[in-house]
């Protein structure tokens, strides 16, 4: 284990903004992973678990504790079925002019044979959505194009198209804070829009198994080639969406046509185009923060205050973040 100092992490992030890790290690197998966590907690140190960084806003003064960058990479094809009951979370999809695009690419999953995969944790999710499809194993195309590992999108509840991560996830391995390894079901993550246990309960994912077909692989290119283009048109250098979008009731009491946070910022709140230092709420997409090159987390935070201030003034909007802020 080659347990390094002081390392910059910006890149390692998207966004490409973020200080040093106080101690910095690459973990390239699971029992790396596992030898990482073990070390942080024998020195008694925080751990902070890096996936592609896609979705992680690292403070300008850097991290306190163990960085682990997981590079895991394994993928197996199991055997085995095994069925689980996905929670039914709120559609978060609604677009103010609906696409046909979209929905002529959906299909009957529920047709085709169910086939069980196992992914490490650090699994780059836009490639082995590729690999699979061209195995002929379908289901996670409508993820396709948001840079992601596994461990991130188990994180977080990943949510692309209509489709959540907990549509998929069947169990996975973790290693929890008592350092036991064990493998948890679906329920164990109390999955919702946005929300795990995981942003409360410091276990770490070590890998994860999904129920997926063998599906109809060409209608699956096909879509994951749709998603790939579509989000290649949104800007790179950031994190996403920064905040969530809003829920049902608070669309409703707005009367708004859609509960996109992308649309509140631009056409209520006038954000758009909105800069602080090289941070800016880009013209192509107003709900996310684009970093212009040289932009740092102050000025992130900054921008992110003022649009909370606004939202609250003028809507009486709590907006709630989408991102991950590592500030120590
Ligand atoms: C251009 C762009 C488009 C995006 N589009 C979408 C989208 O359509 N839908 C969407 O949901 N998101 C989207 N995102 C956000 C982001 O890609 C997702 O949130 C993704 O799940 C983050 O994965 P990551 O590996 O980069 O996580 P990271 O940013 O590395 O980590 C995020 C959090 O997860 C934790 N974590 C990571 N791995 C583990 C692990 N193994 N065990 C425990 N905790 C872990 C980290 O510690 C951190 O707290 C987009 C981002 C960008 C830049």
């Given amino acids: 284990m080659n347990i390094q100092k002081n390392v910059a992490l910006a890149q390692y992030s998207t966004f490409r903004i973020g200080g040093p890790a106080q101690y910095f290690v690459e973990a390239k197998t699971k029992n ?21 960084g896609s979705n992680t806003l690292i403070a300008d003064q850097g991290v306190k504790g163990l960085v682990i960058r997981n590079l895991t990479s394994g993928v197996e094809i199991l055997d085995q ?3 689980s009951v996905a929670p039914k979370i709120r559609p978060r999809f609604q677009l103010v002019r609906p696409d046909p695009n979209i929905d002529d690419l959906a299909y009957d999953e529920s047709k085709y044979p169910p086939v069980l995969v196992k992914l490490d944790s650090g699994v780059y999710l836009p490639k082995a959505i590729f690999g699979l499809t061209s195995q002929g194993i379908t289901g996670l195309e409508w993820f396709s194009g948001i840079p992601a590992t596994v461990g991130g999108a188990t994180y977080i509840n990943l949510h692309g198209a209509n489709k959540y991560w907990s549509d998929y996830l069947v ?14 079901a679906l329920e164990y993550f109390g999955y919702d829009y946005d929300q ?16 997926l077909r063998r599906g109809p692989a060409e209608e699956a290119l096909k879509i994951a080639k749709f998603w790939q283009a579509k989000k290649s048109h949104q800007p790179q250098r950031s994190l996403g969406c920064i ?18 946070i992308g649309y509140l910022i631009d056409k209520q709140l006038n954000l758009k185009g909105t ?20 932009a740092t987390a102050t000025q992130v935070l900054q921008l992110i205050k003022l649009v909370q201030t606004k939202a609250k ?10 991102i991950v802020p590592w500030l120590n």
Avoid: C, M, Y
């Avoid at 003034?313 to 989408?322: M, N, S």
């Fill in 243 to 260: 905040f969530q979008n809003l829920s049902q009731t608070e669309q409703k009491q707005l009367n708004l046509p859609t509960p996109s």
């Fill in 32 to 52: 790396e992973l596992i030898e990482a966590v073990t070390w942080a907690r024998q020195h008694e140190l925080p751990i902070h678990i890096l996936g592609n």
């Fill in 196 to 211: 795990s246990t995981l942003k409360t309960s410091g276990d770490v994912v070590l890998s994860a198994t999904l129920q």
């Fill in 81 to 83: 079925t095994k069925v």
């Fill in 275 to 294: 800069q602080i230092g090289q941070a800016w709420i880009p013209q192509k997409h107003a709900g996310f923060v684009e970093n212009l090159g040289g």
């Fill in 171 to 184: 169990e996975a391995e973790i290693i929890d804070q008592k350092n036991r390894v064990k493998t948890v």
């Fill in 313 to 322: 003034e003028q809507l009486g909007l709590d907006l709630k973040l989408e």
